[in-house]
T-cell receptor, first 110, second 112 residues
Framework: AQSVSQHNHHVILSEAASLELGCNYSYGGTVNLFWYVQYPGQHLQLLLKYFSGDPLVKGIKGFEAEFIKSKFSFNLRKPSVQWSDTAEYFCAPRPIPQRFGAGTRLTVKP | NAGVTQTPKFRILKIGQSMTLQCTQDMNHNYMYWYRQDPGMGLKLIYYSVGAGITDKGEVPNGYNVSRSTTEDFPLRLELAAPSQTSVYFC???????????FGPGTRLTVL
């Protein structure tokens, strides 16, 4: 069965703390992997994506994610979060139709 | 280039009423999607379309209908609104041969 799970529902961090959000998926074939972000009051935006090649991909605003095929994981990281990173983050492995994880709400305290 | 637009932004319906959520994209994308977003539940796919005249059910299609008569428009129809359909609805589109979905700003629907 196709599925995607995000382990953390709500993460609260102080500014400058490091961030890692977990994402695991279950698919039988080749996947493309995405992280989307939804800032308060805004719609979803693409943060980063992985198709092939270097398993460490860099996205916007200092975010990166590492694809570990053996663990079926695509965890999102940022070395030092800012208050402006407060948002909801969605992991989405694809093929069609696109599946989204339940989301992780990140709150960064100033 | 406006991207993906949705109307209305907000709507309150009474139980049993019907309405259509509009979605339009001006990027000539083949693929279009309707999702609903409920707190703590993430995004659930309602319906999707791979091109004009072709639609298919997603994970939670019950209570909804769609049509795709043109490439640009993908309206979502609620025939008999129920409180369980209170949610935020997002439309998205994706171009043929690409992998990135572009999302509209969403429609917040409340059914009382």
């Amino acid at each position: 069965a196709q599925s995607v799970s995000q382990h953390n529902h709500h993460v609260i961090l102080s500014e400058a703390a490091s961030l890692e959000l977990g994402c695991n998926y279950s698919y039988g074939g080749t996947v493309n992997l995405f992280w989307y972000v939804q800032y308060p009051g805004q719609h979803l935006q693409l943060l980063l994506k992985y198709f092939s090649g270097d398993p460490l991909v860099k996205g916007i605003k200092g975010f990166e994610a590492e694809f570990i095929k053996s663990k079926f994981s695509f965890n999102l990281r940022k070395p030092s979060v800012q208050w402006s990173d407060t948002a909801e983050y969605f992991c989405a492995p694809r093929p069609i139709p696109q599946r989204f994880g339940a989301g992780t709400r990140l709150t960064v305290k100033p | 280039n406006a991207g993906v637009t949705q109307t209305p932004k907000f709507r309150i319906l009474k139980i049993g009423q019907s309405m259509t959520l509009q979605c339009t994209q001006d990027m000539n994308h083949n693929y279009m999607y309707w999702y609903r977003q409920d707190p703590g539940m993430g995004l659930k796919l309602i319906y999707y379309s791979v091109g004009a005249g072709i639609t298919d059910k997603g994970e939670v299609p019950n209570g909804y209908n769609v049509s795709r008569s043109t490439t640009e428009d993908f309206p979502l129809r609620l025939e008999l609104a129920a409180p369980s359909q209170t949610s935020v609805y997002f439309c998205a589109s994706r171009g043929l041969g690409t992998d990135t979905q572009y999302f509209g700003p969403g429609t917040r629907l409340t059914v009382l």
